[in-house]
């Protein structure tokens, strides 16, 4: 990378820690259950500082979202009357929530797997398909089928784009970084609040 932003200098030194990958993990198990922002804010950046382990990074943060949509799954299954409830209410989307029970009654997987495409927040398809007692094998084979095409095509766009990706984060680091925070700060105020 050319200039050394704050931005960058902060991204190279989470990408060198020898704990980045875990938290990678715990921050995509937590995009897949609590955080309703899109990983890839995150995943890009980190894609271009390890071009060398992309296959690594993508895998993990597919383990981390995998292991947070289980979690969630039953959540829907064995909680929802309780712990569900409070999350769709906590998130303000239960219209949404009744509007995709229906969807997934008519073609579950389908409905899965274009949540887990979209950047629809997948919380919804987690805990309608475990409250709905949808079949856990489809649904992991769903999202994990999803968010394997979301990761690794992001990959592959990431070393195709090559040193094209390091110029524009290069340029753009700083004003991504505080888009980051603003947008996730304004989430959890209108969750909060709303």
Do not use: C
């Not at 919380?123 to 992991?140: E, I, K, N």
């Amino acid at each position: 990378m050319t200039k050394n932003t704050k931005t960058q200098q902060w991204y190279q030194k989470l990408a060198s820690s020898p704990h980045a990958l875990v938290l990678l993990f715990f921050l995509s198990a937590m995009e897949a259950t609590l955080l309703p922002i899109a990983l890839e804010l995150v995943l890009v950046p980190y894609m271009v500082l390890e071009r060398k382990r992309i296959w690594l990074v993508a895998s993990v943060a597919l383990a981390g979202f995998m292991a947070g949509a289980v979690g969630g799954y039953y959540i829907g299954f064995a909680l929802f009357d309780t712990a569900g409830e409070w999350f769709i209410s906590y998130l303000s989307i239960q219209d949404y929530y009744q509007e995709f029970q229906e969807t997934l009654k008519e073609d579950g997987f389908v409905a899965i797997f274009l949540v887990g495409v979209t950047p629809v927040p997948f919380q919804v398809a987690m805990l309608a398909a475990g409250a709905g007692d949808y079949p856990l094998s489809l649904f992991l084979f769903a999202a994990g089928a999803a968010r394997a095409l979301r990761y690794y095509v992001l990959a592959l766009i990431v070393l195709w784009l090559g040193p094209y990706t390091e110029r524009l984060w290069g340029k753009y680091a700083g004003p991504v970084g505080w888009s980051i925070l603003i947008l996730a700060g304004t989430m959890l105020l209108l969750t909060q609040f709303l």
